[in-house]
């Protein structure tokens, strides 16, 4: 015990004495000095027992003693980088680099702290500082390139990633980086001339001869592209990057069989990777207007469900090429599977509401819904389908409560506000909600002032209920100089009339509602009925008001009395 203190009083004295050589320009006296290297040894044998606090607690003295010691800046600075204080910690690491800018470990922890808090300008003053101290080290020298391209500096990147590629270079990492910044900067003359480079360097590297391939692509040389390409694949046939890459020249050059057998090739292999071959059918699926070969491709996406029967990626891809060939019921077991494997993926719930939705399946719709509201995983897309779900299944009080949540969500699409709005007029009016049915349809007007079907709703009732018949009949107006044709509007248009006492103007377009209905229904035998008798054609009347009543119409027995006296 007795040796493992001296060892550690041993090691205090040393860095204590390094540390007090390194205290700036401030000239101590006996008494501040002392008190300083005392705080500072405590502050050590603290940290080295594992005592954070009492540690910092001593740090923070000796700075008090010694206002330019570095070295308590840079350990202070290091445990309040330890317990996330990040701008403390950066507070501090910047005091002592201003104090010792040579100091290689400061200089880099003020760089990370800065580069930690976005500080991008100031990290980049302190990994030029440590690539003057140390221009070879490769870490100091990547990270200034980073920084550069993060502050939006290519070019003064690019000479910094050259610097680097030509002390080391066989990093194919750097390399890569190189040749992206000088093909962002347009420069296809030392693009293709570092490419060529490097596959003189490295002739049996089959990274750069892709890239070569890719560039002669791009570049439209088709035919040389095509021969790296397949020099490349005979050289490599296990090489799926190649593959992967040959692909885009197959399609450009309408090579759509030989797309198929390399892709199958690869889905096939044990050699790739799932994240290969799921981005390889990605792309299949989704440019169906080239893949049209169903059997080939429902092959390769068999042959992935049974590979990887566990991955909810190849689901998503089934079900996404079936919603594409209207195969909805196999896309639903696709999607259902991926729910079993991630229970709570909410894209894959609003995927299968929306099939749902197409279908007109509202007791499906809210069976998935409320499965999405049990696991709490709500959004307002799923939110407004199954309130639209709830209306149509007779649930109207929960349908509201659900549309009005919906409109409490911030960014909303416009048209899903106006229908939502639409619905809440309806619902509510039906609930004998009159205030709050009228408010809605306001809301709705104040979007879209010409929405025909609001329009026509919302005169109709306030024309049966009682109330402004004038704006009734501005609105109405609207819908029939919209639809002349449409009998529900002019029937509106004519019943409005009538209430307002114009019997002539009444009877005329109630006539044309009747004629442009193809089967009037018992409301319009009704108010024809009425109106006829309002015009003193009693005969006629009965007439149509017995057809209202042979169709079930209640109350039209007091018109029927009315018009025989």
Same mark, same amino acid.
């Given at each position: 015990?007795?040796?493992?203190?001296?060892?550690?009083?041993?090691?205090?004295?040393?860095?204590?004495?390094?540390?007090?050589?390194?205290?700036?320009? #401030?000239?101590?006296?006996? =008494?501040?000095?002392?008190?300083?290297?005392?705080?500072?040894?405590?502050?050590?044998?603290?940290?080295?027992?594992?005592?954070?606090?009492?540690?910092?607690?001593?740090?923070?003295?000796?700075?008090?003693?010694?206002?330019?010691?570095?070295?308590?800046?840079?350990?202070?600075?290091?445990?309040?980088?330890?317990?996330?204080?990040?701008?403390?910690?950066?507070?501090?690491? =910047?005091?002592?680099? $201003?104090?010792?800018?040579?100091?290689?470990?400061?200089?880099? %922890?003020?760089? =990370?702290?800065?580069?930690?808090?976005?500080?991008?300008?100031?990290?980049?003053?302190?990994?030029?500082?440590?690539?003057?101290?140390?221009?070879?080290?490769?870490?100091?020298?990547?990270?200034?390139?980073?920084?550069?391209?993060?502050?939006?500096?290519?070019?003064?990147?690019?000479? #910094?990633?050259?610097?680097?590629?030509?002390?080391?270079?066989?990093?194919?990492?750097?390399?890569?980086?190189?040749?992206?910044?000088? %093909?962002?900067?347009?420069?296809?003359?030392?693009?293709?001339?570092? !490419?060529?480079?490097?596959?003189?360097?490295?002739?049996?590297?089959?990274?750069?001869?892709?890239?070569?391939?890719?560039?002669?692509?791009?570049?439209?040389?088709?035919?040389?592209?095509?021969?790296?390409?397949?020099?490349?694949?005979?050289?490599?046939?296990?090489?799926?990057?190649?593959?992967?890459?040959?692909?885009?020249?197959?399609?450009?050059?309408?090579?759509?069989?030989?797309?198929?057998? !390399?892709?199958?090739?690869?889905? #096939?292999?044990?050699?790739?990777?799932?994240?290969?071959?799921?981005?390889?059918?990605?792309?299949?699926?989704?440019?169906?207007?080239?893949?049209?070969?169903?059997?080939? !491709?429902?092959?390769?996406?068999?042959?992935?469900?049974? =590979?990887?029967?566990?991955?909810?990626?190849?689901?998503?891809?089934?079900?996404?090429?079936?919603?594409?060939?209207?195969?909805?019921?196999?896309?639903?077991?696709?999607?259902?599977?991926?729910?079993?494997?991630?229970?709570?993926?909410?894209?894959?719930?609003?995927?299968?509401?929306?099939?749902?939705?197409?279908?007109?399946?509202?007791?499906?719709?809210?069976?998935?819904?409320?499965?999405?509201?049990?696991?709490?995983?709500?959004?307002?897309?799923?939110?407004?389908?199954?309130?639209?779900?709830?209306?149509?299944?007779?649930?109207?009080?929960?349908?509201?409560?659900?549309?009005?949540?919906?409109?409490?969500?911030?960014?909303?699409?416009?048209?899903?506000?106006?229908?939502?709005?639409?619905?809440?007029?309806?619902?509510?009016?039906?609930?004998?909600?009159?205030?709050?049915?009228?408010?809605?349809?306001?809301?709705?007007?104040?979007?879209?002032?010409?929405?025909?079907?609001?329009?026509?709703?919302?005169?109709?009732?306030?024309?049966?209920?009682?109330?402004?018949?004038?704006?009734?009949?501005?609105?109405?107006?609207?819908?029939?100089?919209?639809?002349?044709? $449409?009998?529900?509007?002019?029937?509106?248009?004519?019943?409005?009339?009538?209430?307002?006492?114009?019997?002539?103007?009444?009877?005329?377009?109630?006539?044309?509602?009747?004629?442009?209905?193809?089967?009037?229904?018992?409301?319009?035998?009704?108010?024809?009925?009425?109106?006829?008798?309002?015009?003193?054609?009693?005969?006629?009347?009965?007439?149509?008001?017995?057809?209202?009543?042979?169709?079930?119409?209640?109350?039209?027995?007091?018109?029927?009395?009315?018009?025989?006296?």
């Amino acid at each position: 015990m007795k040796r493992l203190l001296l060892g550690i009083c041993s090691v205090l004295l040393i860095v204590s004495c390094t540390s007090v050589k390194k205290t700036g320009t #401030v000239s101590l006296d006996k =008494q501040n000095k002392e008190n300083y290297e005392y705080a500072f040894n405590e502050a050590l044998r603290f940290k080295l027992l594992g005592n954070t606090r009492g540690a910092a607690k001593m740090f923070t003295q000796s700075i008090a003693y010694n206002p330019e010691a570095d070295a308590a800046y840079y350990e202070l600075a290091k445990i309040y980088l330890g317990i996330k204080d990040i701008k403390s910690a950066y507070s501090f690491a =910047q005091k002592a680099y $201003n104090l010792s800018k040579s100091n290689e470990w400061y200089c880099l %922890l003020y760089g =990370q702290t800065a580069k930690a808090l976005n500080k991008v300008d100031t990290a980049i003053i302190a990994y030029k500082q440590l690539y003057r101290i140390k221009p070879g080290n490769i870490n100091y020298s990547y990270g200034l390139g980073v920084l550069l391209l993060q502050d939006n500096k290519p070019k003064e990147s690019l000479e #910094v990633f050259k610097k680097i590629a030509a002390k080391y270079p066989d990093n194919e990492q750097i390399n890569q980086i190189v040749l992206d910044l000088v %093909l962002e900067g347009g420069d296809t003359k030392e693009y293709e001339d570092l !490419i060529n480079a490097y596959i003189r360097r490295d002739p049996l590297n089959p990274k750069y001869l892709v890239l070569k391939g890719e560039f002669l692509m791009k570049s439209n040389k088709l035919e040389e592209a095509d021969k790296v390409y397949n020099m490349v694949i005979q050289a490599n046939p296990e090489y799926t990057l190649a593959k992967l890459s040959y692909l885009d020249l197959l399609l450009k050059t309408d090579k759509v069989n030989e797309v198929y057998t !390399i892709a199958n090739d690869i889905v #096939v292999s044990k050699d790739v990777n799932i994240d290969s071959k799921s981005r390889l059918m990605y792309g299949i699926v989704f440019k169906d207007s080239v893949f049209t070969d169903s059997i080939k !491709i429902t092959r390769m996406i068999g042959s992935l469900k049974e =590979q990887y029967p566990d991955d909810s990626r190849v689901y998503d891809i089934s079900s996404i090429y079936y919603i594409k060939k209207d195969a909805y019921d196999v896309a639903l077991k696709d999607l259902d599977m991926i729910l079993k494997l991630e229970p709570s993926n909410i894209q894959v719930l609003a995927r299968i509401i929306k099939i749902y939705e197409f279908k007109s399946n509202w007791v499906m719709i809210k069976k998935y819904g409320d499965i999405a509201m049990g696991r709490k995983i709500i959004n307002p897309e799923i939110l407004f389908s199954l309130a639209i779900a709830e209306s149509f299944l007779g649930n109207d009080k929960v349908a509201v409560n659900h549309l009005e949540k919906f409109l409490t969500y911030d960014n909303l699409p416009r048209g899903t506000v106006v229908t939502a709005n639409m619905f809440l007029g309806d619902i509510y009016h039906k609930l004998g909600n009159k205030k709050s049915s009228y408010l809605h349809y306001e809301v709705v007007l104040k979007y879209d002032p010409n929405n025909i079907y609001v329009l026509n709703n919302y005169s109709y009732y306030i024309s049966v209920e009682g109330g402004d018949l004038k704006k009734a009949e501005r609105m109405s107006r609207i819908t029939i100089e919209a639809e002349p044709k $449409n009998a529900t509007y002019l029937d509106t248009y004519a019943w409005i009339l009538y209430k307002m006492e114009d019997f002539d103007g009444a009877l005329k377009y109630m006539k044309l509602a009747i004629d442009n209905s193809a089967e009037p229904s018992q409301e319009l035998y009704f108010h024809y009925g009425v109106i006829l008798g309002a015009n003193e054609r009693y005969i006629e009347a009965l007439k149509y008001l017995n057809k209202a009543k042979e169709l079930g119409k209640k109350g039209v027995e007091e018109y029927l009395l009315k018009f025989t006296k």
